[in-house]
């Protein structure tokens, strides 16, 4: 059971979507009542934490970028069979949850999981298919794009991973087409955003002051470094604007912002130069995986550390 909910208006003093996804596993789900002495569900496990972020990353992103409103999103474990994972459903649930409520959200999204077994895909594993299976992911996506990808494998190669992804998205088109069936027939109006947007003369005269100062922030190839320079930067455009503009701190820092978000998008795009001074397709020297055993008991493959 999955239950969405949202704030008529946005918080104050907040810049950012303050989204709470929460995934309850109950021990009644699989037959279980609390006895003894503790009699109460405990605290979250790392698994349903892991699963609450599994949820996050999809939507997030299609919610309007201003939008400052509080969002809460409940996915409930009622029941559990052991051959269907409930993380999946928590997110197809949630995606539901949100497309028919008020919630301004640009989804539907669907999420499926997919396993590999003698050169075959498999759509959502059951357990026996799990262990047997060289590949563990889990994909979520709208109708035109793959919006997450988490995964676990042990040496598949790049087309098999990619194979895998275009295999799930096939099936993420069916769920949405599924949802938006769902949306028409009981979905709510979505509610009027009113977002704020600095003032475009604001806007013009940070950059023309501003512009070269935030390329100078992103000269560098140390993060330390760097982060002394946008610290120096946003001082130093506050001050200048202060007088001027009293009041405005917010819209300079988000103007800042914006600009320094572009600076470092052409520096990849068409520079082909990352933060770090790597190339695009150079890896981190040293880097090691970081996978939970949560997620996975198998060894990612090179072609997922790359994707990481």
Not at 15 to 29: G, V
Not at 126 to 152: H, I, N
Not at 186 to 199: A, L
Request: charged content about 30%; overall charge neutral.
């Amino acid at each position: 059971m999955v239950n969405a909910t949202v704030a008529k208006e946005p918080r104050d003093g907040v810049d950012f979507l303050p989204l709470s996804i929460e995934f309850e596993e109950k021990l009644y789900a699989v037959g279980k009542i609390p006895g003894g002495f503790i009699k109460r569900e405990g605290r979250p496990t790392e698994k349903a934490i892991l699963t609450s972020r599994l949820i996050d990353r999809p939507l997030r992103p299609l919610f309007p970028k201003g939008f400052y409103n509080d969002v809460q999103v409940i996915a409930t474990v009622l029941s559990v069979e052991q051959d269907i994972q409930p993380d999946v459903l928590g997110m197809i649930g949630s995606s539901i949850a949100l497309s028919i409520s008020n919630a301004p959200f640009m989804g539907p999204t669907g999420s499926v999981a997919v396993g590999m077994i003698d050169g075959e895909y498999i759509l959502n594993p059951d357990c026996a298919q799990r262990e047997k299976s060289r590949l563990a992911l889990t994909v979520a996506g709208t109708r035109d794009a793959v919006m997450m990808v988490e995964a676990g494998a042990n040496e598949v190669t790049e087309e098999e991973m990619l194979g895998a992804i275009l295999f799930a998205h096939e099936e993420i088109k069916k769920i949405v087409d599924f949802i938006e069936q769902i949306q028409k027939e009981i979905g709510k109006p979505k509610m009027e955003v009113n977002i704020h947007v600095p003032d475009e003369d604001l806007n013009r005269r940070v950059r023309e002051y501003a512009m070269d100062k935030v390329v100078w922030q992103m000269d560098t190839f140390d993060r330390h470094e760097r982060e002394m320079r946008t610290e120096q930067v946003k001082e130093e455009t506050k001050a200048a604007f202060a007088e001027s503009d009293p009041g405005m701190e917010k819209d300079v820092d988000a103007i800042l912002y914006q600009m320094q978000k572009e600076v470092m998008r052409d520096k990849i795009i068409n520079k082909k130069i990352r933060p770090d001074g790597r190339a695009p397709r150079s890896v981190r020297s040293g880097a090691k995986c970081t996978c939970s055993s949560v997620r996975t008991a198998a060894r990612c493959s090179p072609a997922v550390r790359r994707r990481s």
